[in-house]
């Protein structure tokens, strides 16, 4: 029966359309994931709620630190107090019998060291000396009464401390904290007892700059034994809080004043104290229920958008879809016109990719189809004038020839050389079958075109060449220096009425050859320089360029080497370019290779 079912339901999600499928999936997908959800928030807040626990704890433990911190602070001024000299011989000499004059001046001694003491200390209420006699020497604000009711207890707790810093609470005063201590007289190591030090420290002012205590509603209290003796807040009664705790620390939720609490305590081991910290339950964990809350309803509002935008995500993918398979049954029956009738998706997922993709493909074959006839036609046209054009380049080089021996008949010797240049450097432009020559040939075509030109621009081209002889049998791509000194005479020659000096330099540097081409003429700016080096610059003749002869050498030689272009405005132009000595052989060895 389950069985029948199950593929019934199979059968019919199967049969469903793709959106219908998309909206039933996703929402069997957001029920998963919402049980998951919830299964993972609730591990999340009791992992919250124990940090929560482990927190107070340890706030509890830092705040009990610091007060600690505090008394041992003022344990530390009790003993250099006791220790003082000065103190010391002012109680020696008050037990004798002394002028009213004397009085004073001990009086006075012993109440300027007890102010100074007080001054580092801002939680001691008041510090009191009593010498063997019950005299008393006091500084500090106002004393409680509280002191002077249980002035015998702290003398004898004192006594009872043996020279060290003995703590003592008072019942009657929750506020206040009290450090007894005898003061013994350290010459000649005799330890006789000179008096009694009591101090009074205000506790409650301590606990309350705790700023960790201001962050809850909680509050702080301190006992010892069964006794509590401190309570943050004196109006509270903490009789029912059970005070025993085998553990040095821990935590608990006690019921007290008619609501739940949550009670950390830690013992001190400083002292015989225990302290507690009792915070309401309620307020501790409000915000953690307040957002159990929020988070259910936030996410029921979410999967109810979320089933609202399926429908809308399914139609949005289903229709184009439909429409792309609507334009390929036009494009199966060869009409590669669809693109002008149906629009494709303008969104860039993977539908609308598709969409655009399918589109781009049918206008690239429109255009593939346009081109390749075009292209026919071109190639028709191209061999009907290259048989109309073609020369015979023996023709040519013979008819210079021809004018070359007429022209020395007639003692025509500018013009021998002239079209002796030419011919030259036709024959090297025209020749296809070296793409590699060697520094020597490439010299050798600069010379003749510069012969050309010093006909044609007279004294106006001062033209100097510099080529080391160990360099000459080096490999370069043709027409590399020759173009160079074209673009010197176009850009820097003619551009100036003044005599253009031209010099070009190649020069071997161990493995490497640097080859240099500059001139004085107009130079250029920084702008145009850059974008001369970009490739940006558009020039005026229709000879090879920079960048054509920048990538032939890359192309050679490799990315690290090409040309080097430096020009400065009204000085002039510097062309370099560094290739790796190579000889003929090495470079068609290095083209094998």
């Not at 050309?452 to 160990?470: A, K, M, N």
Request: charged letters at 25%; proline letters at 2%; a neutral charge.
């Amino acid at each position: 029966m389950m069985k029948n079912l199950k593929k019934q339901l199979l059968t019919r999600y199967k049969n469903l359309k793709i959106k219908y499928k998309l909206i039933v999936f996703i929402l069997i997908l957001l029920l998963v994931c919402l049980f998951f959800i919830i299964l993972g928030f609730q591990y999340a807040f009791n992992t919250y709620d124990e940090q929560i626990y482990r927190k107070s704890s340890q706030v509890l433990i830092m705040s009990s630190n610091r007060i600690e911190d505090e008394l041992k602070n003022i344990e530390d001024v009790t003993f250099k107090v006791a220790t003082d000299s000065v103190i010391q011989n002012a109680l020696t000499d008050s037990n004798k019998s002394l002028s009213k004059y004397e009085k004073f001046r001990i009086e006075q001694e012993i109440w300027e060291k007890l102010t100074s003491y007080i001054g580092s200390e801002n939680y001691i209420q008041s510090i009191h000396l009593f010498n063997q006699d019950g005299k008393e020497f006091r500084a500090g604000r106002a004393p409680s009464k509280h002191l002077y009711n249980h002035k015998g207890d702290l003398i004898k707790n004192a006594e009872d401390g043996d020279g060290g810093n003995i703590w003592m609470s008072l019942e009657s005063s929750k506020d206040t904290i009290f450090s007894s201590r005898e003061i013994r007289s350290y010459k000649r190591l005799k330890f006789e007892n000179l008096g009694t030090l009591i101090v009074e420290v205000r506790l409650d002012k301590i606990v309350k700059d705790l700023s960790s205590v201001s962050e809850n509603e909680g509050f702080i209290a301190m006992s010892k034994g069964e006794d509590i003796f401190f309570v943050e807040d004196p109006t509270i009664d903490l009789s029912s809080l059970q005070l025993g705790a085998s553990d040095p620390q821990g935590y608990k939720i006690e019921r007290l004043f008619g609501r739940s609490h949550f009670v950390t305590y830690s013992k001190s081991s400083y002292m015989d104290w225990t302290y507690w910290s009792v915070i309401p339950f309620e307020t501790m964990f409000a915000k953690v229920t307040m957002i159990k809350y929020i988070v259910i309803i936030l996410f029921l509002t979410i999967t109810t958008f979320a089933i609202f935008l399926v429908v809308r995500f399914s139609k949005r993918i289903t229709n184009p879809i439909e429409n792309l398979v609507s334009a390929m049954k036009f494009v199966q029956r060869g009409d590669f016109k669809v693109t002008d009738t149906y629009t494709p998706s303008q969104y860039h997922d993977e539908v609308g990719i598709l969409h655009q993709n399918f589109f781009l493909m049918i206008e690239r074959i429109n255009s593939l189809i346009k081109e390749n006839y075009e292209k026919q036609l071109l190639i028709k046209d191209t061999e009907f004038k290259a048989l109309q054009s073609q020369i015979n380049p023996h023709f040519l080089y013979n008819a210079l020839e021809s004018i070359n021996w007429l022209a020395k008949i007639n003692q025509q010797q500018q013009i021998s050389q002239m079209v002796e240049s030419l011919g030259f450097l036709l024959r090297n432009a025209i020749s296809i079958q070296d793409d590699v020559i060697t520094v020597r040939e490439e010299v050798k075509m600069v010379e003749h075109y510069v012969t050309i030109q010093r006909y044609r621009f007279e004294e106006r081209l001062e033209f100097s060449l510099s080529v080391d002889e160990t360099a000459m049998d080096c490999s370069l791509p043709k027409l590399v220096i020759q173009p160079l000194v074209e673009n010197a005479i176009n850009y820097g020659l003619e551009m100036m009425v003044e005599p253009c000096k031209i010099h070009v330099s190649v020069v071997k540097d161990g493995d490497y050859v640097h080859i240099v081409v500059e001139d004085n003429g107009t130079g250029m700016d920084k702008e145009q320089l850059e974008k001369v080096r970009k490739g940006e610059m558009k020039t005026r003749g229709t000879g090879i360029g920079l960048r054509n002869i920048d990538s032939r050498i890359k192309f050679v030689f490799g990315s690290d080497y090409g040309i080097q272009i430096d020009s400065e405005l009204s000085k002039g132009t510097k062309v370099s370019i560094t290739i790796p000595y190579q000889k003929r052989w090495d470079y068609v060895q290095n083209a094998i290779g």
